[in-house]
């Protein structure tokens, strides 16, 4: 059977990759060099320069590529280079729409660096295309999208948002990171760029710092190569190789993360201190039924809001866990807490911040994969 035949479970396994050509070797060497021998100027095996091209690298790459359904891959030293790359397809005075709920590294990337280089940012709420209507214009060259948003658990109309892009010629860019492969492929529903911060869900054990691109278009999957190459910020091979093995798994633990954030969720919805609790899995979540429609399952992120609004409430809840981590990042084995004010998103404005809901009472958790009842429990003490 051809491996592009395969299941998804079976791809995260063997998707793009085969057993070493020198050694048979079943598992990816890390290929630990920075140049290779020529036979002649120019005469190769396909590798010059780590730089331009490295075999563990290069298996990454085909991986995510396999995952997320089209032939061409692409791996940075993070999530925000790989970001950086993508913005670089821009010229001075394009314009480029985005959601209103972004991950404050983003928001960064966008406003203080690459608005002082003439690119034009409307940031919009995309829970309805119609929202973007007065933004569309010659100049529109690119719309961004995170789903589900990082921290309100916003779900996007991917299929819808990609007709939007079309009428406008412009590029659909997904950022996948919360969902991963394993619950939602955007490329398969219109988008032209899949990005994930493979930090988080795909290498899966918080020891490494990784972005990833997934592209449709082979002269689009050129020109990004080209950026890859000429900006230089690639991963290393120790980086690549650890991501490859944290994909393996990935079926496997976000199994778990689905079943974990379905008993948080609940259980926290339920309790009487909880005001609001942001999860796309329920009934009542506004674009739930959107998330039923492009998404296998609901993960394991979520965001919920005390009935004490005050953010020294939420730092003193987060601050008493014991079993979730206070700490940045999400989508590791551990089960981690972030409070996003004052931490993931605290490059947004506070004006900004607050229009869309993010108050300063909001706990952001990222659910790992042990006992459920142990995360309920740690909580439940935490809470009371």
């Not at 109309?157 to 492969?181: C, E, G, H, R, Y």
């Not at 760029?193 to 490494?208: F, N, P, Q, R």
């Not at 506070?350 to 909001?362: A, H, T, Y």
Request: contains cysteine.
């Amino acid at each position: 059977m051809a491996t592009k035949d395969l299941r998804f479970n079976s791809l995260t396994i063997h998707g793009g990759q085969a057993p070493d050509p020198a050694t048979g070797a079943v598992m990816t060497p890390i290929y630990q060099s920075s140049t290779y021998a020529q036979s002649a100027p120019g005469e190769h095996l396909g590798y010059e320069y780590s730089r331009s091209a490295n075999p563990t690298r290069k298996a990454l790459e085909n991986s995510i590529a396999s995952l997320e359904g089209v032939d061409f891959g692409l791996a940075f030293a993070s999530g925000l280079a790989a970001i950086d790359a993508v913005l670089k397809l821009l010229r001075p005075g394009d314009e480029v729409i985005a959601t209103n709920d972004l991950y404050g590294g983003s928001y960064r990337l966008f406003t203080k660096l690459f608005k002082k280089y003439g690119i034009v940012f409307h940031f919009v709420s995309m829970n309805d295309t119609a929202n973007a209507e007065d933004f569309i214009n010659a100049k529109t060259k690119m719309i961004w999208l995170e789903t589900p948003t990082n921290p309100m658990m916003n779900i996007i109309d991917i299929a819808a948002w990609s007709k939007v892009a079309q009428q406008a010629q412009a590029l659909l860019v997904v950022d996948n990171t919360f969902a991963s492969p394993y619950l939602q492929q955007p490329i398969k529903l219109g988008a032209d760029i899949v990005m994930h911060s493979a930090t988080k869900y795909l290498a899966g054990h918080s020891d490494v710092v990784l972005g990833l691109l997934a592209i449709k278009d082979a002269a689009l999957a050129q020109e990004l190569k080209f950026i890859q190459n000429s900006s230089g910020a690639i991963c290393g091979p120790m980086d690549a190789f650890l991501t490859l093995r944290g994909i393996k798994t990935l079926h496997l633990r976000m199994q778990r993360h689905c079943e974990n954030g379905r008993l948080v969720a609940e259980y926290l919805q339920a309790h009487p201190k909880v005001d609001k609790v942001f999860w796309p899995g329920f009934e009542s979540h506004p674009n739930h039924s959107i998330a039923q429609k492009q998404m296998k399952d609901f993960g394991g992120m979520l965001s919920f809001q005390l009935k004490d609004e005050r953010q020294e409430a939420a730092i003193k809840l987060i601050q008493k866990l014991a079993v979730f981590t206070l700490a940045e990042s999400l989508g590791g084995v551990e089960s981690l807490a972030g409070h996003p004010a004052t931490m993931t998103h605290a490059a947004i404005p506070k004006e900004e911040r607050l229009k869309i809901g993010l108050s300063d009472g909001l706990i952001r958790l990222s659910v790992g994969v042990e006992d459920a009842q142990d995360l309920i429990e740690d909580l439940a003490q935490a809470l009371g």
